[in-house]
């Protein structure tokens, strides 16, 4: 028994993505982009440290109006500050996305260094240690973990976009 395959849709399809790719609006190539990076978004919410169980004590001394002095407030700012951010791509690109944490005011992107690539020990002006933070680079790990299937997605989405695209805005035949 022989098997055999017309590719030559599959042909055709790739010779207009090359030629027609830089007409395309980058809505479209950004939209996909969004939608196969979103694996990698729940990764790194999952790499993200939290503090102990999540809660941080409330100092009594500076306590927050409105709240109890021995009250709990809600740990894990960082994971709730992560986001998706399209920006523009460079030339030779597509579409390029950032997943990081904001730094929008009143959010806690400032800190996110410190996390990633730790700090040095400290001492006090009598010469104690203050400590220092390990390195705990999550962002990096949630890229490694989900960047192959995230290209993957990426070409299934991205091919499938430009087909509606193309039978919608370019002429019979040339798809």
Do not use: C
């Not at 960047?147 to 499938?160: N, S």
């Amino acid at each position: 028994m022989k098997v055999t395959f017309d590719t030559g849709q599959i042909d055709k399809l790739g010779e207009a993505m090359k030629r027609y790719a830089g007409i395309m609006p980058t809505n479209i190539a950004n939209s996909a982009l969004r939608k196969a990076t979103r694996p990698m978004y729940r990764a790194a919410q999952a790499e993200v440290p939290v503090s102990k169980g999540g809660q941080t004590r409330t100092s009594l001394r500076y306590r927050k109006r409105g709240k109890a002095a021995d009250s709990f407030s809600q740990g894990g700012a960082t994971r709730r500050d992560l986001r998706v951010k399209t920006v523009t791509p460079k030339s030779n690109e597509v579409g390029r996305i950032l997943i990081g944490v904001s730094k929008r005011s009143g959010k806690v992107g400032w800190r996110t260094i410190f996390i990633t690539h730790g700090t040095k020990m400290r001492k006090t002006k009598k010469g104690r240690n203050t400590g220092r933070t390990q390195a705990n680079n999550f962002l990096q790990r949630a890229y490694d973990q989900t960047i192959g299937p995230a290209r993957i997605a990426f070409t299934r989405i991205y091919r499938e976009a430009f087909s509606r695209w193309a039978k919608t805005n370019l002429p019979q035949g040339k798809i």
